[in-house]
């Protein structure tokens, strides 16, 4: 079966996918050709059972080949998708053509959805003005932090950590991602314990407070802690999207249409399909499956300036793609049109301190959360100090001031530039 | 902190993972030692909130290097790891460390379960041996097919195409794994419309018949096509592990405590992460978590016959690790004891056909489901002659005929190897 066909102008309906490809001993063309064919109606050898009538309805076409970058896509009949299933399209173009022997690298970089699947989704219930009106911060990044250590803190600790955080100047508060039901720290036990700190640093500091609680767990299990955490009084849930997997992300999702949550998404594990530039998926169509799904915050890296991969560029891609209603094609990014799906807030994590933040927020702007845990946790004088520096940091950066000239007259941002320059 | 502990001897209770390692401007203990941190109690820079007890209790250790090869050994306390929950154990062991700028490859090996570990999943209901006893082939490999095209058929056209798989010889028909609920197809139709074809085909022919249909979605709804299956009298599920995610498939699992399915594991996307040796995470990996989880059989290759990936050696490897009940260390593949955790049964599909059998069965034994899906509905005189090709094949292996004799009586397995040479 042929399914190149350079001459096809995809129509309104298609669902585009774009890939980088490597084939091994066979012609670019005809590694396009395998790779249309296993993502939708083909296999590897001709058919008895195939119809015309399939051929005709439901035959995607490889349309655009730009051979000297490796660059393909395949425009596909929406009717090749059940719509609100993201594992059936993920076993569909992101599914068996990794695996092939014919293709040595292949990068799954963009997909475009066109308005019908769009509208199969609900997207984020609050997005970056939900989280914002929640938050009574109008205008400024969010401030946040990782309990650290990761492990080991019992629930009275964690939530003195967590208390110190808050009144220390930073409004979000999160577990760590392999922090859920431990028994040294106990799930319900954290989250009351926490709570009540958050109650407290809200008194005192006149400012909304917020903890967010890993349930990472089996999808039903998620749905029990989620309600815990709403028992206790909290607005947010974090999960770990990639080990939790879509299927219990739409589980989380479904649950939220009634709960209300911010859902705040943590992203282990995705370099290991990520971080390869010729093969596996990109960062970009991770972030788009989670605004689809409806995920309110998402991790998306720190342009060039933590502990973790992630260039300026693509950072910059990935953040637009999840912050505006209309994407334009440029370069390898499809054009996206989103429709009723609310934007999301970007998440910066990783390696970051109260240095990281003018350079963070000249790269990614103010629609951005800032988190650092060790930035914080590792201050010479604590986390309460270490949440002051942090605070101190950004607010040189709002009133224009380099952190040099704002730390002569703040001390723990002095200690922090000098402990991490 | 330092976690490299070259002295330390590995307990009972530790959970160890051994990985290969390319550090990026960094040494290769240095690596190591970010690795270990990440995945665990540490970060990036030192903590004020560390304490004594933290790191007497939930150190991990790097307790073995092997330079030259690459390759490192982490035991981390079972402490740091919640009980029943994968996605837990991944954002730690296969989280973050694939990330950090300090590594250019990385890649989970194995992970060797302790047995209070083990003892906190149920594994699959059946089994091989269940799976034997309900199908009623004792001794042979089972034959199995996808209905072809993946796409397109509507749910009578894919519920003759069963009938003729079955009437044909074979033993199980399975749904492709993009074939969920579709505009063309609906799921409840499909599964009334092909176990209708099954009671009718187990009348004619005398044997037990099995249908295996793709219920791939969101966790609940997952659930609620179960039930439907049940409905009609369905004793197998297929569920497309990787495209769902880690805890759906837990999800499922829970369910199946009661309703009592075989649990088919089709691997769509795995190979995003598990293709490149020198980065993310071993098939052996996914397949040792599917079977504590507890699917009942699961695609691992086709040992270098079929289309997919995966060298014989892997394959082989993979198989052990889900057929046996106690894994011996060997090359890079840790101890495992399976204690209560039932064998599971290897899925050898892609690009197979009759002619593939004799090698399949050499390599892969007689515990194998070997599954063709062009194979079959490719044969030139139609589904119901491939089929019969499939298990003509499968007779010559068993009595210990070749291929060419024995197709001299046989016109199917005639034509089939004529058509694939």
């Known amino acids: 079966m042929n399914f190149i066909d350079l001459e096809y102008v995809p129509g309104k309906d298609d669902v585009i996918a774009e890939y980088y490809v490597e084939p091994n001993r066979i012609s670019f ?27 005709r309805d439901l035959k995607p076409s490889v349309y655009y080949i730009n051979k000297k970058e490796r660059i393909m896509r395949i425009a596909y009949p929406l009717e090749l998708f059940e719509l609100g ?12 053509v990794f695996g092939m022997k014919v293709i040595r690298n292949l990068r799954l970089l963009d997909i475009h959805f066109p308005a019908m699947y769009i509208k199969s989704f609900k997207g984020p219930v609050h997005g970056i003005s939900g989280v914002r009106k929640i938050t009574g911060v109008r205008k400024r990044p969010l401030l946040g932090t990782i309990v650290k250590p990761k492990l080991g803190l019992d629930e009275k600790e964690h939530a003195k950590s967590a208390y110190d955080s808050w009144t220390g100047g930073l409004d979000l508060v999160k577990d760590d991602e392999n922090l859920t039901n ?13 709570l009540k700190m958050r109650d407290k640093a809200e008194r005192e500091t006149g400012e909304r407070k917020f903890y967010m609680p890993n349930i990472t767990a089996e999808a039903n299990e998620m749905i029990r802690r989620a309600e815990i955490v709403k028992g206790y009084g909290g607005e947010y849930v974090m999960v770990d999207i990639v080990s939790v997997g879509w299927s219990a992300l739409q589980t989380v999702r479904e649950f939220n249409e009634n709960m209300r949550f911010v859902i705040h998404a943590h992203r282990a594990g995705h370099a290991a399909f990520t971080k390869n530039l010729k093969h596996g998926i990109s960062m970009l169509v991770v972030a788009k499956l989670a605004r689809l799904i409806g995920v309110d915050q998402i991790h998306i890296g720190t342009a060039d300036v933590g502990k973790m991969e992630g260039s300026r560029e693509e950072i910059t891609e990935i953040e637009d793609e999840i912050e505006e209603s209309l994407i334009l094609e440029k370069g390898h990014v499809l054009e996206q049109k989103w429709h009723h799906i609310k934007p999301v807030f970007a998440v910066a994590s990783g390696g970051l301190h109260p240095g990281s933040i003018p350079r963070l927020v000249k790269r990614m702007g103010c629609n951005v959360i800032i988190q650092a845990g060790g930035g914080v946790h590792g201050h010479p004088k604590g986390s309460l100090a270490g949440a002051k520096a942090m605070r101190q940091a950004l607010e040189a950066v709002m009133e224009g001031v380099s952190l040099k000239e704002y730390a002569k007259r703040h001390e723990e941002l002095r200690e922090a530039l000098n402990k991490w320059k």
Chains 1, 2 share one sequence.
């Open 29 to 55: 063309e005809k590694a396009c050709n395998h790779i249309a064919g296993e993502s939708s109606i083909g296999t590897w050898t001709s058919l008895t059972t195939m119809k015309e009538r399939i051929l």
């Open 85 to 96: 299933n993201i594992p059936q399209i993920m076993s569909s173009v992101g599914g068996n």
């Open 182 to 194: 431990m028994k040294f720290n106990r799930f319900e036990k954290r989250v009351a314990e926490t």
